[in-house]
């Protein structure tokens, strides 16, 4: 299917209301002149999640994220800010770091140029001789980073909007949840064998959860209670509400949360912030998965969960309960894997069609719009 095509489809796509909309065309997900396209006009100008910031939690605390194609370093300052480096050193731009880890310098293992971790070149072994050699012209490239809510942003794009600013109307949303005080009980990265976009678009929408995860997540959600929020045609995100039934095994305030009254206490919101990070914030715990596509037919994902304080403060054995919510979360990934790695290929077959949208799936709408003004404009 010829790209110009398939982005004729989507555009005319977005331009319909949910009641008339169907799934993309199944083109989006299996060509690579659109990836090219994606990577250039979606993730080379967007904000990526790379983490929380709990995880870097003292001075000289690091951890490394690859930032589509540029490495980078996110490190805890002295002053206690969290800043990005680029994770290439200004000599012969090797590598520098892998990994987790605290360190008061960071140095290349080839050559042995060391520098602080403020970025500034501290030391370079036998470059007196060298006339073009400035030490204080070659500090670590800096990489734009902010904090929002406890997430770690990043972007290549220096004339994208703060991250707050993008996220306005949903911050009085999750505010109320304090998750920038959740602390952080893993988190790994996995590669499963689908188009990132069949990932994101499971993510968003419920309509699958009685299904697919009845016997986790689905087990206690009410399908009449499932709420979208309200967010502007131009916005770059998409949330819902949900609520947890009376029994359910997460998903509900503990007796020790002041935070939240009334049906809060039991209810949960699902932002998914364009165009990969993804969460459940919930009373009680959150969850999240951050994307990149690594070709065509490959998702690489920053995956891990959070816990309130209250919860873990009044666990009598911490470490068993982190395993059984980790293992609960989990089985809802092999779940997850199972389905969108299906749809993936179930797209790319000669008879695959794009069939009509469930009210439930208003937010795969939203996502095609995104897509639409990122992807046809």
Not at 343 to 361: H, K, Q, V, Y
Request: with cysteine.
């Amino acid at each position: 299917m010829a790209v110009d095509h398939i982005l004729a489809e989507l555009k005319a796509l977005a331009a319909r209301p949910l009641a008339e909309a169907t799934a993309p065309p199944k083109g989006l997900y299996h060509a690579p002149e659109i990836l090219a396209r994606e990577q250039e006009k979606v993730f080379a100008k967007g904000w990526l999640c790379a983490g929380r910031e709990d995880e870097i939690p003292a001075p000289g605390d690091y951890m490394t994220y690859e930032l589509g194609p540029q490495p980078v370093i996110l490190v805890r300052g002295k002053d206690g800010a969290v800043r990005a480096h680029a994770n290439t050193c200004r000599h012969r731009m090797m590598r520098l770091v892998e990994g987790h880890g605290n360190t008061s310098r960071f140095t290349c293992p080839y050559h042995a140029w060391t520098y602080g971790i403020d970025g500034r070149l501290a030391a370079a072994p036998h470059m007196e001789r060298t006339n073009c050699f400035d030490r204080d012209k070659l500090g670590l490239a800096s990489v734009r980073c902010e904090i929002y809510q406890g997430w770690i942003y990043l972007t290549l794009d220096s004339d994208a909007p703060p991250v707050a600013v993008q996220l306005a109307s949903l911050t009085p949303v999750i505010e109320r949840y304090g998750q920038e005080h959740y602390r952080t009980i893993f988190t790994e990265e996995h590669v499963w064998d689908t188009n990132w976009k069949c990932l994101t678009e499971n993510f968003m929408e419920s309509y699958h959860l009685p299904v697919a995860h009845r016997e986790t997540v689905g087990a206690n959600f009410t399908v009449a209670e499932n709420e979208f929020g309200e967010v502007g045609e131009d916005e770059d995100f998409a949330f819902q509400y949900f609520t947890k039934t009376e029994g359910a095994p997460v998903g509900r305030a503990h007796p020790a949360n002041d935070r939240l009254e009334g049906d809060w206490r039991h209810t949960s919101v699902m932002p998914t912030v364009f165009p990969s990070h993804m969460y459940v914030l919930a009373p009680d715990h959150l969850w999240y998965l951050s994307l990149q596509p690594d070709g065509v037919g490959r998702t690489r994902i920053r995956y891990g969960a959070a816990l309130a304080p209250e919860v873990i403060d009044s666990a009598d054995d911490s470490h068993a309960l982190i395993a059984e919510k980790k293992a609960f979360l989990d089985k809802v990934q092999v779940e997850d894997r199972h389905v969108v790695e299906g749809i993936f290929r179930g797209a790319g077959s000669p008879l695959a069609t794009s069939g009509p949208l469930s009210w439930m799936e208003q937010e795969n709408h939203q996502f095609a719009r995104y897509l639409a003004r990122r992807l046809c404009d």
